[in-house]
Every structure is written in structure tokens, then in C-alpha cells.
């Protein structure tokens, strides 16, 4: 199939992306990646009038560290995000989620931004962004905003931005040195969307849990932090008894919906059951890393 008929643009800076956002608001859809976009046009599930192309505003695609923060840009690809030496010593858990986006094919083209913005709840991008509490940075013709995660994700697809906001850069903080970290899912076959997915991070001192994170995709219209759970591990003993009891904490935390592809009651208790294999894996590796 192919698209209905549309005006192309393609801004060379930021400046000219956002006035021409500006200009066609609700009309516009930017294209970064495509890797979403494209397919729904496609099918004429999505109608944009003018498609602003940012491919070509260099200014948008870096990655580095600044004070314990991973700066990303909003072009940058997937796949150099999941090859970088800095993602893998400061946030390795970014990493492994990277792993199991699509294929390379999809993560060569695809982009941190477009992930975040499209808001897909079973985007790995979206739990790692939600448990690690980032930020991103939207800009438009009236000023620059940040927006953190809690407040980024409002729905199935839907986000905070105003059709008038360029996503501008994400940010990430990294794991502490002493944390350990996990990321598991489970799909149908290699590439496609996660039927449930859960990242973990824990920072163990002393005997006990310092610190725990656990965010989740495909069990929500958002992505979901466990917050319950992450506060009943804190202070507590590691122990199979304590993995199981987090367990049943993030199942009370999920409202998955059903589909051809899974019912809600096998997500539901398929994210317990991966939560549990992840902490293990995780509280593992912060014992190496102490």
C-alpha cells in the first residue's frame, strides 16, 4: 500500500523544524527514524498532510556523559546507541534492552527519540526511560521544556508533547557502579513486539537492597514503574522469598489488556514471572560488581 498524498519538508537546523512545526501544527508529523511512521502511512492508519523530515539537522544526533547523565540526542540510532563503549560501562542495562528492538535492520534506522515520542507500551525504550527516571527535551517556537517520564506518557501511542514540540534530546541517568542490572522479555519470535517485558535495576550494600527499579512494556497503555515493588525490596535481604514476593507486587501493579497475541491474564503473570528471573539476574550482578 502506499501513503496518501503529502507536502515534504526538510529542515536543515532545529530553528527551522520548530517554525515549521509551528506553522502546520496538527497537520505535521516529524520523521526521524520511520521506522513506525512510515509502515502506518502505509496503511493510512496516519494521515499527516506535511511530513518535516529532520534526517538532516546534524545538531541532533551525539551521545555522551555530562555528570552521571547520558545526553542523547534525538537522532540518534538505535543501533550506535546499543555498539556505544559509554552505553555499555554507564548504563548496560540500555544496552540489553537495545539488543532485542526489532532487528538491526529496524535499530540501524530507528532512533532513541522516535521510540520515545511514538509511546508504543511495548517499546523496551519506554520501561528503561520510566525505571531510571529520565528526562527529555522538547522545544518549540515558544521556549524549551523538559518533561520527566512520569509526566511524558498519557496513553496507547499518546504523549505529553504538543504537536508543536520537537523532541530534542533525552536524558538518561546512569547506574550507579555498584548496581546490577537485568533485562528480560518474552515475544513470540526473535524481533517481534515484547508480549511483557521487565528491566530491573539493584544496588545491594551491606547485606541489604540500596536501591531497586523495575520498569515494565507491554502489560499497560505506558509503560509501568513498579513502584510497590521497588520500595518492599529497599532495605530488605536478598532472598528467593523476597524475588517471589516483589513477584506478586508487580502483577498487583499491572492492568494489561488482552489481544491475539496474548490474554491479559498470561501477561499479567508472565511479567511476576520474568520480574523474579530479572532480580535474581540482577542482585547476581551487583555482587560481582561490590
Known amino acids: 500500500m502506499k501513503p496518501a498524498p503529502f507536502q515534504y519538508l526538510c529542515p536543515r ?25 512510515v509502515p502506518l502511512m502505509n496503511m493510512r492508519l496516519a494521515r499527516p498532510r506535511v511530513i518535516i523530515d529532520i534526517n538532516r539537522i546534524d545538531a541532533l544526533g551525539y551521545l555522551h556523559d555530562d555528570h552521571g547523565v547520558l545526553h542523547v540526542g534525538a537522532l540518534t540510532r538505535q543501533r550506535a546507541a546499543e555498539r556505544s563503549p559509554l552505553v555499555a560501562a554507564r548504563c548496560p542495562l540500555l544496552r540489553d534492552a537495545l539488543r532485542l528492538v ?3 535492520q529496524i535499530r540501524t ?5 522516535g521510540s520515545l515520542a511514538h509511546a508504543d507500551p511495548a517499546a523496551e525504550l519506554t520501561a528503561i526511560f520510566a525505571a531510571l527516571d529520565g528526562e527529555i527535551t522538547a522545544r518549540s517556537a515558544r521556549g524549551t521544556r523538559v518533561i520527566a517520564a512520569p509526566d511524558l506518557f498519557v496513553s496507547y501511542l499518546t504523549t505529553s508533547l504538543d504537536p508543536r514540540e520537537l523532541l530534542v ?27 511483557a517485558g521487565v528491566g530491573v535495576v539493584l544496588a545491594g550494600r551491606r547485606g541489604v537492597i ?4 523495575i520498569g515494565l512494556v507491554g502489560v499497560g497503555p505506558t509503560p509501568v514503574r513498579a513502584a510497590r515493588a521497588e520500595r518492599m525490596l529497599n532495605g530488605q535481604a536478598p532472598s528467593e522469598a523476597l524475588w ?3 513477584a506478586d507486587a508487580v502483577r498487583a501493579a499491572v492492568t494489561p489488556d488482552g489481544d491475539i497475541h496474548a ?16 532480580l ?11
Not at 530553528?15 to 516529524?30: I, N, S, T, Y
Not at 491479559?264 to 523474579?276: D, F, I, N, P, T
Request: no cysteine; hydrophobic share 45%; aromatic share 6%.
Open 169 to 195: 534530546e533525552v536524558r538518561i541517568p546512569a547506574l550507579p557502579p555498584d548496581a546490577g542490572w537485568s533485562w528480560m522479555e518474552i515475544a513470540r519470535r526473535h524481533g517481534d513486539f515484547a508480549l
Open 102 to 104: 526489532g532487528h538491526v
Open 109 to 113: 534506522r530507528g532512533t532513541i527519540g
Open 210 to 213: 540500596a536501591e531497586a527499579r
Open 244 to 246: 517471589a514476593e516483589a
Open 263 to 278: 490474554s491479559a491474564e498470561y501477561r499479567k503473570h508472565v511479567s511476576g514471572v520474568l520480574a523474579q528471573r530479572a
Open 13 to 37: 537546523s532545529v530553528d527551522e523544524a520548530v517554525d515549521q512545526l509551528a506553522r502546520h501544527g496538527d497537520d505535521a508529523k516529524v520523521l526521524a527514524g520511520g521506522q513506525s511512521l
Open 280 to 290: 535474581r539476574e540482577a542482585y547476581s550482578r551487583a555482587r560481582m560488581a561490590a
